[in-house]
């Protein structure tokens, strides 16, 4: 039989015969590729992906090639832009930790290949107070006794630097990275997250950092692998805001999607660039427990400027429901906040909880709004009723009949 398969096959054996004829003893020879390497243990791909580390805080693009394979030209070249990008970033930490080795298909002819699962931990000075976590993954090979990567597997997520040229605008309080859009419009979002800051400080005066990250993609596809969803979830969402962890100020990314945004007027985008400063501003006090009405209708709260003077033209679902005697009979639970779900229930879910927060600061004053918030966050059964009454001396029936009740003051 002819061909390298045949060669492959015949490669372990003949090493056993010289080995055989070497120590004049009888040998278990194993026909494994890693019979020439060491095996890519998890120790060993740590150091590998450590040297890796260093080269990109060190900025050093020799070094970091150096964990490239030699042979892989287009790869090679595409990891070298990548680390261009990296290094416009203002980082304070980089590092890896291997999670997951194991031996990938096409182990032959003595080049053994292993996939590697590492988890990628960093920090942009000046921003981030905690500490960002990304899953990266690639396929490692074995050449000249040593082990290389020569690809990189994507997940569902990729980071923005990921997206193509990453372009970087430094504003008064913010940082926006942008890939494959005009550094006019990230000028333009700077300016709107330097002017959110403030704005959001003037309401919510607690500590929080006052300084925003915000990740300007391409479109919707890419603003849905920022955010490890479908991009169908969020082709009707101006903006997000993403957490590490769900609590505390780790390191919160405002992402911007540019279709919905860019429809917005100016005074519409910056509502929403507020919004999503608040959802910021407030991380210390948001825990799972706390209501999705009473996040995001503070945080509409904050980016109306604590006031009504946008109704009722900025609550029309809500207005059409009471003109057509469907005023829900209380504020909306989390699953009407769903993003996959119909638009116009999502639209009167945050005109309901807007209105909420605004009857809360209109009655029992701003400070009392932002005691309920906190209260309203901490763990527990029946946290909203105890913050209810703790703060503002109702239970949640009397709240949400108070709720119908202003509703129909401010719209009918």
């Not at 416009?88 to 997951?100: E, I, M």
């Not at 990304?134 to 980071?159: C, I, K, M, P």
């Not at 509409?300 to 900025?314: F, N, S, V």
Request: aromatic share 6%.
């Amino acid at each position: 039989m002819s061909g390298p398969g045949a060669r492959a096959r015949l490669r372990p054996v003949l090493l056993c015969l010289l080995a055989a004829a070497l120590a004049a003893a009888s040998l278990s020879c194993v026909p494994a590729v890693t019979s020439l390497l060491e095996a890519p243990s998890e120790h060993r791909m740590q150091r590998l992906l450590d040297r890796q580390a260093a080269a990109v805080r060190e900025g050093d693009e020799a070094a970091y090639l150096e964990t490239v394979d030699p042979l892989a030209v287009r790869y090679r070249n595409t990891e070298r832009r990548l680390l261009r990008n990296v290094r416009r970033l203002p980082l304070s930490q980089w590092s890896y930790r291997v999670a997951d080795v194991s031996l990938a298909e096409g182990s032959v002819g003595g080049r053994a290949r292993a996939e590697v699962v590492a988890q990628l931990r960093y920090r942009l000075r000046g921003y981030d107070e905690g500490t960002r976590t990304a899953t990266q993954r690639w396929t490692v090979v074995a050449r000249d006794g040593r082990w290389y990567r020569d690809s990189t597997r994507f997940a569902e997520t990729r980071e923005v630097w990921e997206q193509g040229r990453l372009d970087v605008v430094t504003g008064r309080h913010s940082l926006v990275l942008g890939s494959g859009r005009p550094r006019s419009e990230l000028r333009a979002l700077a300016r709107a997250a330097d002017r959110a800051v403030p704005e959001v400080s003037a309401l919510w005066p607690g500590r929080w950092p006052r300084r925003i990250v915000v990740l300007a993609p391409a479109d919707l596809d890419r603003t849905a692998q920022l955010l490890s969803a479908a991009p169908a979830q969020y082709r009707g969402i101006a903006a997000v805001t993403t957490s590490e962890n769900g609590r505390g100020r780790a390191a919160d990314r405002i992402v911007v999607n540019p279709g919905p945004f860019g429809t917005l007027s100016a005074a519409g985008r910056q509502v929403v660039m507020t919004h999503e400063a608040a959802h910021v501003a407030t991380r210390e006090a948001t825990t799972e427990t706390t209501p999705m009405w009473l996040s995001e209708g503070l945080a509409d709260w904050i980016g109306y400027g604590g006031t009504d003077a946008q109704l009722p033209g900025a609550a029309p679902r809500l207005r059409a429901a009471l003109e057509e005697g469907a005023l829900p009979e209380r504020l909306p639970g989390d699953g009407g906040f769903a993003f996959d779900g119909p638009a116009h229930a999502l639209a009167l879910s945050y005109e309901a909880g807007w209105l909420g927060a605004l009857m809360v600061a209109e009655q029992w004053g701003e400070q009392s709004l932002r005691r309920f918030y906190a209260a309203a966050g901490r763990p527990g059964p029946g946290a909203l009723d105890r913050a209810l009454r703790a703060e503002l001396g109702v239970d949640e029936q009397e709240f949400h009949a108070r709720w119908r009740q202003y509703v129909r003051h401010k719209l009918g």
